[in-house]
């Protein structure tokens, strides 16, 4: 019969191993000089956006990331470390990190990973700064109705250029 540590420690990286399956991406920031509800609002903050925050043991956090062959994680889990889960938006849970960063600095945002792309901390600020998905949507139909309105302007300007031209000649003979 194993220990009741053992068995939590085994529970615990087998859970970050799942979630690290399961999930779009991974974030790694330190928290040493968070207080309690701050971490509670980050966290609340999260959840709205399909994101989780998890905390656990460095030794554990290090085995599960190496047995998911993620070594450029493991070298910057050091001091109080939580692992940041995102499902979806990437840029969601990036800017959500981001402006929480802005109003708590003691929050250290170390690095991430984006399907298979090590993220570091001007990469997630980069993300965090981009536009929301409508307003890029928005972008990509602007662009594609440009040539559209481009063509109709120029067509319209011969037809106004020909409408003034026959002015002309008309103002020409009745004079």
């Known amino acids: 019969m ?3 540590g053992l068995l939590f420690r085994e529970t615990l990286e087998n859970n970050i191993k799942k979630q690290l399956k399961e999930s779009d991406s991974i974030f790694i920031i330190q928290y040493s000089k968070l207080s309690s509800p701050d971490l509670t609002a980050l966290r609340q903050s999260l959840k709205g956006i399909n994101a989780v925050l998890f905390v ?3 030794s ?3 085995r599960a990331l190496a047995d998911a062959k993620l070594q450029g994680l493991v070298k910057s889990v050091e001091g109080p470390c939580g692992l940041v889960f995102a499902k979806g938006e990437l840029v969601d849970t990036s800017r959500a990190l981001y402006n929480f960063y802005r109003e708590h ?4 945002l170390e690095c991430g990973l984006m399907k298979d792309k090590f993220l570091d901390k001007k990469d997630i600020e ?13 972008y990509v139909v602007m662009t594609l109705n440009s040539p559209i309105s481009g063509l109709v302007c120029v067509l319209k300007q011969t037809l106004r250029k020909f409408v003034y031209c026959l002015d002309q ?3 020409k003979k009745g004079n």
């Open 56 to 58: 656990a043991k460095n």
């Open 60 to 62: 554990i956090t290090r």
């Open 126 to 138: 980069t993300l965090a700064r981009l536009p929301g998905k409508e307003i890029l949507r928005a």
């Open 105 to 108: 600095e003691q929050l250290k």
């Open 169 to 171: 000649i008309k103002k």
């Open 2 to 4: 194993k220990k009741l």
